[in-house]
Structures are given as structure tokens and as C-alpha cells.
């Protein structure tokens, strides 16, 4: 496609990404823009980032940019770092030869461990994931190059992989969830052949590095389509790899607390999210996991005798440290959402000054936003706990004090409904303590 026939203009592309390719082109390499920077131009979206890919070796580039730095063990690559902007830069990738191991390798699954052989354009775009992520912006002469029908793909909305679907999947399984969330973040289908073979694959998920797992979860849940996301994922087999712990409650109970928490959990996030609110993993995992902590602190309550305090705190590392074999929750996020935890069972017992002493809790603000959604999930003495801290949460100095002094155990208070009716309302105290970390 020539410049005249699409509507790429180099002022969508950004300037640091302009100076990447311009600088490697004068240089005498091949320079494009790829992949989500120029699908989401192309459909009128904001790119999130820009990639450029060329024929100079990672070496080659490091020589031509200072602020260069080379990263990646899977694929090497280079960044070239502009403050806070970052272009990645990669070499064209090549075919796996069979000499060629240690450069390329793979596993008994077939997934590629290395992947570090050098080609040329049409090599690199056989090795994509996904057809309308094969497009490339050539700046020699702002043409655009598509590979096995991407503009097709990109104008009738088709996710397609590009090749055999379950050679793709075996080699780097991941790609099952990027299928998901192109579809959802591009409002696209998943194209027959190409979903046939995910709801079989969907266990090699598991045996991904937890590191990854993290960066990706991320992507899925806090980018504005949770809901949608959760919902494939679970229609295609792919949460509980993911979420082993979750999925064995929500199984057990497909109506119950749990099913209902990660459908509250999903919404809320989207809602934030849509309105520039800050979202942290920390209340993300709290949240989720709630459920599965429940059943692990009762079964060793019940085993040992422990009372339910000191099982859930036994409970709570185990629980957390079971997730992290499959994500690595890092632990300025886990240690915050264990905070959250205990706080649910402060809040049972918090009649008089305790109350006034949980609000200077920094968690209070996402321990209440759980309890909120726990009471919304399970109805009953939670749901009526809950609006004892939403009157105490809300009301002023004077109604505080009031609330404080009757009993928040359910069914135990005749005054709170007085209370609550006399009630102002007030915008929420505080600011949120929700904020990324
Ligand atoms: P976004 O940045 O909006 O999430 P993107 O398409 O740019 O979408 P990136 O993860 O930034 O996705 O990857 C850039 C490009 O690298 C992709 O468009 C795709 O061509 C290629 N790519 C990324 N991950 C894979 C993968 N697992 N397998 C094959 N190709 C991939
Ligand atoms: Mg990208």
C-alpha cells in the first residue's frame, strides 16, 4: 500500500519514534514502524507505544544511538531510552534453521526457549503473532507492507494467527491470551481456525514463566476491558491456569461469593479505569483471592483448632504464595493485600474508639472498598456490616460518633437506621488509598 492509500501521516507517529527510524535509515538500514503502533493508527486508535523493527543487529544499533541499551534473553533487543519513552528496537527475525540451537531453542511442549535468529522482513513477519500485527511503515518511503492479509484482516475485524494455530500456541502459549485481548481492545472477532484450537491448549499456560504472567495479567485487567476479558477467558478454559485457587471455588460454586466477587471485581476495575482512576494490584489480588483465603483459613481452623484470627494470618501465605507459583505478585503489592485481608476481620469487631482507630489504617480505603464489594456479593450480615462502615465512612463528626457507640454485629442495632436516615450524604471521606504504587 503506497502512502497515497493510506492515512498514516508521520505527525500520529511519535517524535522520538520518527528520530529512531530517520536516524537507523540514514545509516544505510531498513527501517519500519510495526505491529500495535501501526494497526491502532490504522483504526484510528491512540498507539500505547511505538515498536520499529530493522535489519542492523542489536550491535549495530547500540553504535548508532548513545542512549542505547540492550535488553531480553528470549529476543534480544534494544531500547533506546528518551527520559521516560522508550523505543524498542528489534532485528528482523529469522527462521528456526536446524543447526541452529543455540540460537533458537525450544521445549518438549514446543515452546521456544530462545529465539535469536536474524532474517528479513518477510522472515520477521512469519514470526508474528498475529495478521494485523504484520504490518510494517517503511520510512524510506512511508509505504505500508501487510503479510499474510493483514489490512484484509484489520478492515473485516478478524484476530487470525498467522500460520499453523497450534504450532503458534505450543510455541509461545501466551499468544492465547493476546488472541483475547486484541478481541476485546480492538472489538474484533477471534477467527474460527484461529480459536479451534485455545479451550485444548489453555493448560500450557501454566508452565509460562510468573513473571510474564504478571506483565500480562496486567495488560488483561487494568487497561479498561476486564469485564470482556475475564469472560473470554473463562469461556476459553484460559483463567483457571491462571488462577487455579479461584477457579477451584468458583467451580464448586458457580453461583456463589467467589463467582460473584470476580464479576464485581472486573466492573469496579473497568469503572476506575474509565474514569482515570488509580487501580493497584494490591486490591486487584485482595479482592480476587478473598474467597480462597475464606476456604483455606477455615480448613485450618478446622483442622487445628486455631482460632480464626491466627488461621487466617496461616492461611493468607499460603494462599498468597500458591497464586505467586503462576504470577509473581511482587511483594510491594502482596504485602499491602495481606493488610487488606486481616483488616475484613477488623472490621467485624470495631464498635467504640476502634473504629475511629481503622480510619487511620493506610489501607482502610481499599480493606472498606473489599467490604463494600463482599457485602454486595454475599447480602445478608456482611451486606449489613458493610452499611454500618458506609454510614460511619460518610457521615460527619457528630453522626460518627453516634454510629460508633452502636453495635455493628448484625442484626444487633435498633438506632442505626435512625442513624442512617438522619444521615447526610457526604462525598466520600479521604482520598482514595487505592493508588498505583
Ligand atoms: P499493544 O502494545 O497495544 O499491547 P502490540 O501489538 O504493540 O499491542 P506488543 O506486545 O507491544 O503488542 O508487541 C509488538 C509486536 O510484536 C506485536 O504487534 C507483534 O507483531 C509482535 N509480538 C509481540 N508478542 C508476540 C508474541 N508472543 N508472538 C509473536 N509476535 C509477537
Ligand atoms: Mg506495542
Not at 265 to 278: A, G, H, L, W
Not at 293 to 314: H, N
Not at 369 to 397: C, I, P, Y
Request: overall charge positive; hydrophobic content about 40%; proline content about 4%.
Amino acid at each position: 500500500m503506497n502512502r497515497d492509500s493510506h492515512d498514516i501521516s508521520r505527525r500520529q507517529i511519535s517524535e522520538n519514534a520518527l528520530k529512531v527510524l530517520y536516524r537507523l535509515h540514514k545509516s544505510g538500514f531498513k527501517a519500519y514502524l510495526v505491529g500495535g503502533g501501526v494497526r491502532d493508527i490504522l483504526l484510528g486508535l491512540e498507539p500505547k507505544d511505538f515498536d520499529v523493527v530493522t535489519n542492523a543487529t542489536p550491535d549495530e544499533i547500540k553504535k548508532l544511538f548513545r542512549n542505547c541499551r540492550l535488553v531480553g534473553r528470549r529476543f534480544r533487543l534494544a531500547h533506546i531510552v528518551f527520559g521516560r519513552d522508550v523505543i524498542e528496537v528489534a532485528t528482523f527475525r529469522g527462521h528456526h534453521g536446524e543447526n541452529s540451537d543455540n540460537i533458537s531453542k525450544s521445549n518438549a511442549e514446543g515452546r521456544l526457549l530462545r529465539d535469536n535468529v536474524y532474517g528479513e522482513i518477510d522472515e520477521d513477519a512469519e514470526r508474528r503473532d498475529f495478521t494485523v500485527n504484520a504490518l510494517y511503515y517503511d520510512i524510506s518511503d512511508f509505504s505500508i507492507r501487510s503479510y499474510g492479509g493483514g489490512i484484509d484482516d484489520l478492515h473485516a475485524r478478524k484476530i487470525k494467527l498467522i500460520g499453523d494455530p497450534e504450532t503458534r500456541y505450543r510455541e509461545d502459549p501466551v499468544r492465547m491470551l493476546r488472541a483475547v485481548r486484541f478481541a476485546t481492545k480492538l472489538d474484533m472477532q477471534i477467527e474460527a481456525i484461529t480459536a479451534a484450537p485455545i479451550k485444548s491448549l489453555a493448560p500450557l499456560l501454566a508452565d509460562i514463566p510468573a513473571a510474564r504472567m504478571y506483565e500480562e495479567v496486567l495488560k488483561l485487567f487494568f487497561a479498561g476491558k476486564a469485564q470482556a476479558n475475564y469472560q473470554m477467558m473463562q469461556d476459553f478454559g484460559l483463567f483457571a491456569p491462571l488462577f487455579p485457587q479461584i477457579q477451584g471455588v468458583i467451580s464448586e460454586f458457580p453461583k456463589g461469593h467467589a463467582a460473584k466477587m470476580l464479576n464485581l471485581v472486573m466492573r469496579s476495575t473497568d469503572e476506575r479505569v474509565n474514569q482515570d482512576k488509580p487501580v493497584t494490584p494490591a486490591f486487584f489480588y485482595a479482592a480476587i483471592l478473598w474467597y480462597p483465603l475464606k476456604q483455606r483459613a477455615d480448613d485450618i481452623a478446622l483442622e487445628s483448632g486455631l482460632p480464626l484470627y491466627d488461621a487466617q494470618v496461616a492461611a493468607m501465605g499460603d494462599v498468597m504464595e500458591e497464586q505467586c507459583r503462576t504470577i509473581s505478585i511482587p511483594r510491594r503489592f502482596s504485602t499491602p493485600a495481606k493488610d487488606i485481608w486481616l483488616l475484613q476481620i477488623r472490621f467485624e469487631r470495631s464498635q467504640g474508639t476502634r473504629a475511629f482507630k481503622l480510619l487511620e489504617h493506610p489501607k482502610f480505603r481499599a480493606a472498606y472498598d473489599l467490604l463494600l464489594l463482599r457485602g454486595e456479593a454475599e447480602g445478608g450480615h456482611t451486606a449489613k456490616q458493610a452499611s454500618w462502615w458506609q454510614a460511619f465512612v460518610e457521615g460527619d463528626e457528630a453522626q460518627r460518633n453516634v454510629i460508633a457507640k452502636s453495635s455493628n454485629k448484625a442484626g444487633g442495632n435498633r438506632n442505626r437506621s435512625a442513624t442512617q436516615r438522619k444521615r447526610k450524604r457526604k462525598p466520600a471521606a479521604k482520598s482514595p488509598d487505592t493508588s498505583a504504587e
